[in-house]
């Protein structure tokens, strides 16, 4: 058995029997409510809604506007005056976008990443659906390959869940682009928006996520596995890249190799943290191999803390 075979699991041709993907739905549903019911995650309605008046958006600066309106990052970003816009508290709609490209069948003893971001996402579609506010999903891999548009209601929720484990898609490669581009496009009122994914080949997405978070509120859920910059020492193993179906043979004896492509991973890291550090976007990080539940019980705090600050 290579590292190829306990690492990656190619997509079965065979569609879900309606009995696996309601046991998968309840599944979820119920680890999303056992993590939901924790008295110690706090509000969690906190992350969802505003309090008073808020920023609602930024628009192009117009003869009469107040100078003290002029958004000046905006404006040195895009070279001409924009200004801030408030409105009073409503309600914020929610935007799970997941990335359901090849490379999330990933996963070492830990489980897949696709898998992973399935919980994620369970849980964040229950916490809006508890705050009351619409919750809409958007799965992508090099093409939209389903949107639903937020809507109330535990139906909808349900849905949703339907969607996430018996959703087959069409591509294999990544386009994060074509991905933000159409949820800047589609969204009709302010959101929040979670962008789940690995953020393999994301490269040119400074202005389409900015695009975004003109109006929007982003957040990105980075989805790993351990062995994606850990690799064990195996000696020769053959790999393949589930986007393009390129394969290699590789020595992992060989700590020079290992290191290599270790410092490779961190550089990804490093490069996609920047980039959404300079769009003004939160990043929580989660690995198949550690339980998800700490990372986003210790992100809704950290938020909650700086909304109410």
């Known amino acids: 058995m290579s590292l190829l075979d306990l690492f990656w699991r190619p997509r079965s041709s065979t569609p879900k029997s309606r009995e696996l993907v309601a046991h998968d739905v309840r ?23 505003g309090h008073g008046i808020e920023f609602s958006e930024v628009r192009l600066y117009q003869p009469g506007d107040p100078f003290q309106a002029i958004d000046w990052k905006v ?11 408030f409105v009073e508290e409503r309600e914020l709609a929610v935007l799970l976008m997941i990335d359901v490209s090849a490379s999330n069948d ?25 705050s009351g506010d619409p919750i809409g999903l958007l799965l992508f891999s090099d093409r939209i390959e389903r ?37 800047a496009r ?10 789940i994914s690995d953020f393999v080949n994301a490269t040119d997405l400074v202005r389409p996520m900015l695009a975004l978070t003109a109006r929007h509120d982003v957040i990105a859920v980075d989805i790993s596995d351990p062995a994606e910059r850990e690799l064990p020492e195996s ?18 004896s060989n700590p020079i190799v290992r290191k290599d492509l270790s410092d490779q991973a961190s550089a990804r890291d490093r490069e996609i943290e920047q980039l959404l550090g300079r769009c003004h976007v939160d990043l929580v990080r989660l690995q198949t191999n550690r339980p998800y539940q700490s990372g986003l019980a210790a992100f809704f705090a950290a938020r909650g803390r700086r909304r109410f600050r």
């Open 27 to 49: 599944r979820l549903e119920l680890k999303s409510r056992r993590f939901m019911d924790n008295p110690a995650l706090g509000p969690y309605e906190s992350l969802f809604r």
């Open 106 to 130: 990933f996963g070492t003893r830990g489980g897949l990443k696709r898998d992973l971001a399935a919980e994620v996402a369970s849980v964040l579609a229950l916490a809006a659906m508890r």
């Open 75 to 85: 404006t040195a970003r895009m070279r001409t005056p924009y200004v801030k816009r």
């Open 147 to 183: 949107y639903v548009r937020p809507a109330r209601g535990r139906d909808r929720n349900l849905r949703l869940l339907y969607d996430l484990v018996s959703f087959e898609p069409e591509g294999r490669r990544t386009d994060l682009n074509l991905a933000l581009t159409t949820a």
């Open 186 to 195: 589609m969204l009709s009122v302010r959101s929040l928006v979670f962008v």
């Open 235 to 252: 000696g020769w193993v053959e790999f393949e890249d589930p986007e393009v179906g390129q394969r290699a043979v590789v020595d992992l």
